[in-house]
């Protein structure tokens, strides 16, 4: 017979008394579910790996304290004391989850002042790498998640004050013990696990929150000052950069190229492999490199820190910073060529989908973004366009037309960023046209679903990116460049943590190529290999201090700046003529793409927007 049929057949009095029994039950089921969030809520950890049974068996002092003050209030303060308690235990467990999920992805817990910029950047990552489907579903579950915490802890929080109310005998007593328990194990420093028993790890937590706060403000007056005092700012422009004139100078940043890339055992065989081939074409055709290592400002994603650190001369490890320097007049690398006036500035910027009103801190005559290299072809996940075209564009649109000056280029390779699936393939220069030949190799990759999920897959995929955009990269030196081309390649930052390790440094490696001698003679004294791969006692530099040493070594040699007087050669000032392109540009195609259809430099755009970069 059915449970509920049994029950229409009992008699009034068993038919109350089970009413009872189960009404108890679920009365003590609710009490404990309560408790039970209430102490998840205050003894989770903000790290995924600490996340175990024994970071659970510890006695809060927080719920002792918030059990005694409830304890304490008459009924309605009670509630309301409640109600805001359960509140704030929602929101530290909301950070808390934040935190976790920033260790995992950037190796740094989540900063409330700062970060929550970048949970729109996250969506997009997710639409990139899951489909647009399955991003929107994400994100709103994680908006349910966070409504339905909110409600919980509130409801368990006031749960727990009615309980403690109608039985405040039992609870006044349970509270003297657990608090008399805590003393003692506080006293005689009793661990689990290696972990005190008597935690008071939310109001550290919470302290620490409060400090980091502080410290961003404190930061943000201080950096301020730090940014307006420039070494290299008041220098005429005849002296500087007088070691490169006639030279066209390339800076490109491949995404996430760090480390890990030369040296984890399952990526570093590949990467190594393909460096030291591409070292020995760069020889064979006259060219000569030198790499060592710099110590980004950034680990895991936010490229834009480590590429503002690196040309700006400043610690950039913060969005306030970056907004701090490029909105002030702080002489970057990119734009002390333009001061000098000998130059044309140019930025390939694939990963910038919008307005980019930086380009006026970075001194770049003219921008190419994703919406204006004339690309007809399909996404690789977040990267909107395969590093070959990218640098094919650049031979159509700027490198391959005769100017009155030569280039200085900043270009951002973006098919090395994460998910790493799929990975486009090197094909014939000539065969990239619009980027239409991509719908094949893009249909013919890995899922990144799959590559991403698979914590081997995604380190093989990440190195087989790596060797993409190098060998794109060094491939179009080869066929393109000349003897006055200058390459300074280098990575903005390592890759996530799932690839790179939980204690991976911030190393990325650093290469000047040139086919003139002289240019990588006056950097002699840096100690760098010989070579695109720089070895494990190659000299590590923090990435702030490049600027200078730069300008340095390819300036006059007498000037101000703390590395003045290193350079081993004095250059002679002139600026020799640019000789015609290696390879005639192709004539232009029938239909050429808007941005392609006029060569004059645009003004830098209107602040309506931000780059999209990782």
């Not at 002296?239 to 030369?262: N, P």
């Not at 984890?264 to 790499?291: C, F, H, N």
């Not at 007087?565 to 002679?572: F, H, L, Q, V």
């Not at 005639?584 to 029938?590: L, S, V």
Request: hydrophobic share 40%.
């Amino acid at each position: 017979m059915p449970p509920f049929t049994r029950f229409r057949q009992l008699p009034v009095r068993d038919k109350a008394n089970a009413r009872r029994v189960v009404a108890r039950a679920v009365a003590w089921g609710t009490t404990a579910v309560s408790a039970a969030l209430v102490l998840g809520a205050l003894l989770l950890p903000n790290r995924l790996a600490l996340i175990t049974p024994a970071a659970f068996a510890h006695i809060p002092v927080e719920a002792v304290v918030g059990a005694a003050v409830l304890l304490m209030l008459p009924r309605t303060p009670r509630r309301v004391a409640a109600v805001l308690a359960g509140v704030f235990l929602g929101l530290l467990t909301v950070l808390n989850l934040l935190d976790i999920g920033f260790h995992e992805f950037l190796g740094r817990g989540f900063d409330v002042a700062l970060d929550w910029i970048l949970l729109d950047d996250a969506q997009s990552y997710l639409e990139d790498s899951l489909g647009s489907t399955t991003a929107t579903a994400a994100v709103t579950a994680a908006g349910i998640l966070v409504l339905v915490l909110l409600v919980l802890m509130a409801l368990a929080c006031l749960r727990l004050g009615e309980v403690m109310a109608r039985n405040s005998a039992v609870a006044t007593r349970a509270v003297l013990v657990l608090g008399t328990a805590w003393v003692v194990c506080a006293t005689f420093g009793v661990q689990v696990a290696g972990l005190p028993v008597a935690s008071r790890s939310t109001a550290r937590l919470v302290e620490d929150r409060v400090d980091r706060v502080k410290a961003t403000l404190r930061d943000e007056r201080e950096f301020a000052k730090v940014a307006a005092v420039d070494t290299f700012g008041d220098t005429p422009a005849d002296r500087l950069l007088t070691g490169l004139r006639g030279k066209d100078v390339i800076f490109t940043f491949i995404e996430s190229y760090g480390r890990s890339a030369l040296e984890d055992p399952l990526i570093a065989p590949g990467v190594d492999a393909a460096l030291d081939q591409k070292t020995q074409e760069l020889r064979t055709a006259g060219y000569s490199a030198r790499s060592g290592w710099l110590t980004s400002a950034t680990y895991g994603g936010s490229s834009w820190l480590g590429h503002s650190t690196f040309l700006s001369g400043l610690w950039i490890d913060n969005q306030n910073r970056y907004r701090t320097v490029t909105a002030g007049d702080h002489l970057s690398l990119t734009r002390a060529f333009k001061r000098t006036g000998a130059w044309r500035t140019v930025g390939i910027m694939p990963g910038v989908t919008k307005n980019w009103p930086e380009a006026r801190f970075y001194g770049l005559d003219h921008v190419y973004d994703s919406r204006n290299l004339g690309y007809q072809g399909p996404k690789f996940s977040w990267s909107t366009m395969p590093d070959q075209y990218a640098l094919t564009a650049f031979e159509r649109l700027e490198h391959g037309r005769r100017h009155d000056k030569p280039l200085m280029s900043e270009i951002i390779l973006t098919s090395s960023h994460q998910p790493w699936a799929p990975i486009p393939r090197m094909i014939g220069w000539d065969e990239v046209g619009d980027g239409s030949v991509y719908d094949g190799i893009k249909k013919a990759g890995k899922d990144p679903k799959d590559v991403f999920t698979d914590s081997t897959r995604v380190r093989t995929e990440y190195g087989k990116s790596i060797q993409y955009s190098l060998t794109s990269l060094i491939d179009y030196v080869v066929k393109y460049g000349d003897e006055n081309t200058v390459l300074v390649c280098l990575g903005d930052h390592q890759p996530l943590a799932r690839v790179s390790g939980d204690h991976a440094g911030r190393d990325v490696p650093v290469a000047i190529v040139a086919h003139d001698p002289a240019v990588l003679k006056r950097i002699s004294g840096w100690g760098w290999q010989d070579g695109l791969r720089p070895g494990r006692d190659t000299p590590v530099w923090r990435m702030d201090t490049f600027r200078d040493r730069f300008l340095t070594a390819y300036g006059p040699g007498k000037g101000a700046g703390p590395y003045a007087g290193k350079c081993p050669t004095e250059p002679t000032g002139k600026t020799p003529p640019r000789p015609a392109p290696k390879n005639p540009p192709r004539p232009a195609p029938k239909n050429p793409p808007k941005s392609a259809a006029k060569t004059p430099a645009r003004p830098a755009p209107k602040p309506s927007g931000a780059a999209r970069q990782s």
